[in-house]
């Protein structure tokens, strides 16, 4: 099988990583970053990183006072790690909506750390209606809170990634009780275990930019397994089965 798998940033407009908003919504947090977070060296691990990424999102969203506040689920998230955060480190969170389409908004986190951690992110995601699980519109009671910081930008909801390579190498994949959630699919920070499982391997060190898509759900029902692929530029890894991807990640040093 063939296709890209490094992001072109020039296409794609889900990636930008837009600024701080001058006006509109922005909604603050901080998280301490304890042992559960933490590597062997004492590093910010990328899971721990999507946990705190998706819960800022969803006490956002609560706090907001929209109706189905949890109705969203992440196509995509791009994490730019500037300086990764360290154990015991008070890392603080600033999330804002950095551009919508008809059914999904792109999400800006910014985390900066008082010990210098610095990591940048973007996140699209889609919402569904609760009940039937399927994707729905974006009503006007979004755009009357999150519009303003928006600024009016449009995203599109595409994935970038391309299939795994014929040479790519293969790796069991057990999935776990402990990797699902309430709505009964592997929770998105489970993904990210695969990136730290495999990233010792690649050598990868310094200012890293890393992406994670998702095309389908996974589920109990299914058996996936990992294809790695692992070059001078960067990593890549899919999560598949016999019918196709579920999610993939790459991962590649920055200038």
Not at 66 to 94: I, K, S
Not at 147 to 168: C, I, Q, T, W, Y
Request: one cysteine or more.
């Amino acid at each position: 099988m063939g296709g890209s798998t490094v992001l072109s940033v020039s296409e794609a407009d889900d990636a930008v990583l837009v600024p701080l908003p001058e006006s509109g919504r922005v909604y603050r947090d901080a998280r301490r970053v304890r042992l559960g977070d933490s590597s062997p060296g004492g590093r910010l691990r990328y899971d721990a990183v999507a946990r705190y990424l998706q819960d800022i999102a969803n006490d956002d969203a609560v706090d907001s006072g929209l109706t189905d506040a949890l109705g969203w689920v992440v196509r995509r998230t791009v994490v730019e790690v500037h300086q990764p955060g360290v154990f015991n480190e008070m890392m603080h969170l600033a999330t804002f909506c950095g551009g919508t389409g008809r059914g999904w908004a792109q999400r800006r986190t910014s985390i900066a750390g008082d010990r210098g951690g610095h990591v940048e992110c973007v996140a699209l995601w889609v919402q569904i209606d609760l009940e039937t699980g399927r994707p729905r519109a974006l009503g006007d009671d979004f755009l009357s809170v999150y519009g303003e910081a928006s600024g009016g930008r449009k995203v599109r909801a595409r994935l970038h990634h391309g299939d795994p390579p014929g040479d790519a190498v293969t790796f069991a994949w057990p999935v776990r009780f402990a990797d699902f959630d309430v709505f009964n699919h592997v929770n998105n920070a489970a993904y990210w275990e695969l990136v730290e499982e495999h990233l010792a391997g690649s050598g990868l060190r310094g200012p890293i930019r890393l992406e994670m898509e998702h095309r389908r759900g996974l589920e109990r029902s299914h058996n996936a397994e990992v294809r790695s692929h692992v070059s001078e530029d960067g990593a890549a890894w899919w999560l598949v089965d016999d019918d196709g991807v579920f999610s993939s990640a790459t991962i590649r040093r920055m200038s």
